[in-house]
Nanobody, 121 residues
Framework: QVQLVESGGGLVQPGGSLRLSCTAS????????MGWYRQSPGKQRELVAR???????NYSDSVKDRFTISRDNAKNTVFLQMNSLKPEDTAVYYC???????????????WGQGTQVTVSS
């Protein structure tokens, strides 16, 4: 089984920056993709940014040019650099990984527990 642990959330003023980190551990053969999603109260979980192995990255239109996703493959870690934060960015941010299991070789989605990001004056 794979575990994802996020960190880096917190309270920040509009226009500020945060960097989220997510580290995966467990039975991992390879990553097909890693990414970040977010969910606000009363809303569905939505894609923020995603890094697909061998393909590249994609972003929600609402965060493009402000957020940057990156990966440290040696550490099984994905980052989300968030700049120029807006109040509407307030949400719980979840790490996601599409993983080929090291034992079964099946591909499964895994989710972290989430980290709260609050953008407010």
């Amino acid at each position: 089984q794979v575990q994802l642990v996020e960190s880096g959330g917190g309270l920040v003023q509009p226009g500020g920056s945060l960097r989220l980190s997510c580290t995966a551990s467990g039975s991992i053969y390879s990553f097909n993709a890693m990414g970040w999603y977010r969910q606000s109260p009363g809303k569905q979980r939505e894609l923020v940014a995603r890094s697909t192995t061998g393909s590249g990255t994609n972003y929600s239109d609402s965060v493009k040019d402000r957020f940057t996703i990156s990966r440290d493959n040696a550490k099984n870690t994905v980052f989300l650099q968030m700049n120029s934060l807006k109040p509407e960015d307030t949400a719980v941010y979840y790490c996601n990984a599409l993983v080929r299991d090291g034992v079964t070789r099946l591909i499964r989605d895994y989710w972290g527990q989430g980290t709260q990001v609050t953008v407010s004056s």
